[in-house]
């Protein structure tokens, strides 16, 4: 394996988490109608094992590249959502055994499917929160580093550059798309715990099921919060790469005049960098910020 690869055990991500996803997915695979009763869990677990499994596949061609890559995947917070996300699949599955320990491997039976479906509703709702989350950090974040590789590359051409940047703008939006609808699922989470702390007690439970199931629409929330948050951290190391400049060893002769950086009408949409500007022979130069009316 090239040394310079990124393998999940290199970023922090533990054998078991990844043993675990694994399992789950297999376990829903193999339990006929859970597809019904559990939706989209599947599809999510395969949406994190694809991009874990193409990060090994990045080709790095230096160790100060590589470092920048693992240290990126590391802020994003990769590691951590997949850790979690397996420990949550390892007791996800135990309780699916459980809880349908009266079917067999072709169906449902009733008392199963109430208990999965109705009875056990938001701690799935729960499972399922937490796996997109962790779906969206693990494939912006993999997604991010893919392009930051090919960017960081010398052999890369003007032509490429321009492409991996516009790769990483809608890279970008996509981002702040899914940011925009995780705060609509909090506000979601927000009113159904409400709606649940104003239903009257079951006397049969003295509302215990009504709290446990409060108690699961505050983990949602939590785990919503998180993810804005690892999500953030990847649109702030997206967005310098795409609207940046870096200007480099730029020389004025022979009585020239030159603007070497950006009008002031793009402050604060471009990031810039500007090194080695240097004139001779009576030339000027204005180096960084310009206003539109300069007087020479």
């Known amino acids: 394996m090239d040394p ?44 994190i094992e694809r991009p874990l499994a193409a990060l090994e596949q990045v080709v790095i061609s230096d160790e100060s590249t590589s470092v920048a890559a693992k240290e990126d995947l590391r802020k994003a917070g990769v590691a ?26 072709t169906k ?6 109430l208990s999965v479906g109705v009875w056990n509703r938001e701690k799935i709702r729960t499972l399922r929160t937490q796996l997109q989350s962790c779906e969206a950090t693990v494939q912006f974040a993999v997604t991010s580093t893919q392009l930051m590789v090919q960017l960081r590359s010398e052999k890369i051409s003007e032509a490429n550059r321009e492409n991996v940047k516009r790769q ?24 159904r715990k409400q709606e649940l702390q104003e239903e009257p007690e079951d006397e049969e439970d003295d509302g215990a099921q ?3 199931a409060i108690k699961e ?5 939590r785990l919503l919060e998180a993810n804005q948050v690892s999500c953030g951290v ?32 793009v402050v604060g949409k471009i990031n810039q960098l500007i090194r080695g500007v240097k004139t001779e022979g009576g030339s000027r130069a204005i180096v960084g910020v310009y206003s539109g009316d300069i007087r020479w």
């Open 108 to 113: 449902l039976s009733l008392r199963d499917r």
């Open 80 to 105: 951590e959502a997949v850790n979690k996300c397996g420990d949550a699949c390892s007791e996800f599955g135990k309780s699916l055994t459980k809880w349908t320990k009266h079917s067999s491997a």
């Open 234 to 265: 990847v649109f702030s190391q997206v967005r310098p790469k795409w609207s940046g400049q870096d200007i480099s060893d730029i020389v004025t002769s022979d009585n020239s005049q030159a603007l070497v950086g950006m009008p002031e009408s």
């Open 4 to 47: 310079f690869s990124i393998t999940a055990g290199a970023i922090g991500i533990t054998g078991f988490a990844t043993t675990s996803i694994v399992q789950l997915h297999s376990l829903i695979d193999n339990l006929s109608e859970a597809q019904n009763v559990v939706p989209d869990v599947a599809s999510t677990l395969a949406n």
């Open 210 to 212: 009504r709290n446990l």
């Open 168 to 191: 990483l703008q809608t890279l970008e939006t996509k981002i702040q798309e899914h940011l925009d609808f995780t705060i609509r699922q909090q506000e979601e989470a927000k009113t």
């Open 217 to 221: 629409v505050e983990e949602q929330s």
